[in-house]
């Protein structure tokens, strides 16, 4: 049992803080859009056996859970292919690198609006919602992709997604963003 065989079901997830930086992504971004989506397997003594035997690395992890037909089906606005030609170029990190790519998300606002709150507020929103999303920081993996990997992006610079796994938790979070001008 691999990463490959692992399905995921979609966790509804009713929690202020993770709305509250979409809702502000949502409104700085007006000409775009943001999705997020939290998954846990279906099997969870699948997902632990995978995470300990199926070692090829965290390109190979990003590759399964994009390529999973369960998560393709829990989004398919993204219209994410069957098998990914190549892997999307990605910046991979922790969880506190996360929260501050939260809070740059936040700031840097999308082609024409930015936030009406300042830096704190931002720095405490993306705080929660890496608490809200991934809660230990130090057991949290991010893939950051800053480019168009599907057509639901407008391949132009606000694209950004957040592939959030966090194995003790047994749980993956994914983050997309777009705008255009």
């Known amino acids: 049992m691999g990463w490959r065989d692992i399905q995921y079901d979609v966790v509804a997830v009713e929690d202020a803080r993770l709305s509250a930086v979409v809702q502000a992504v949502q409104a ?3 000409n775009g859009r943001a999705l997020l989506r939290v998954f846990r397997p279906t099997d969870a003594a699948a997902f632990d056996v995978a995470a300990q035997t199926d070692l090829q690395g965290v ?4 590759r399964c859970f994009l390529e999973s037909p369960s998560v393709r089906a829990a989004v398919p606005e993204l219209r994410m292919p069957d098998a990914l030609p190549q892997l ?3 910046t991979w990190y922790g969880g ?3 929260e501050r790519a939260i809070t740059h998300l936040l700031l840097s606002g999308g082609a024409y609006e930015r936030p009406a709150f300042g830096e704190d ?3 405490r929103m993306s705080r ?3 608490d809200a999303l991934s809660g230990d920081r130090q057991h949290t993996s991010v ?4 480019e168009s990997w599907t057509d639901w992006f407008y391949d132009v610079a606000w694209d950004r997604t957040f ?4 194995l003790q938790a047994r749980r993956w979070g994914l983050l997309c963003v777009t705008d255009t001008d």
């Open 121 to 123: 507020v931002a720095r």
């Open 143 to 146: 893939w950051r992709i800053d």
């Open 163 to 166: 592939v959030v796994q966090q």
């Open 96 to 98: 506190f690198e996360f």
């Open 88 to 90: 999307p170029k990605h």
């Open 128 to 130: 929660d919602f890496v």
């Open 28 to 30: 700085t971004h007006v």
């Open 59 to 62: 390109d190979h992890w990003l």
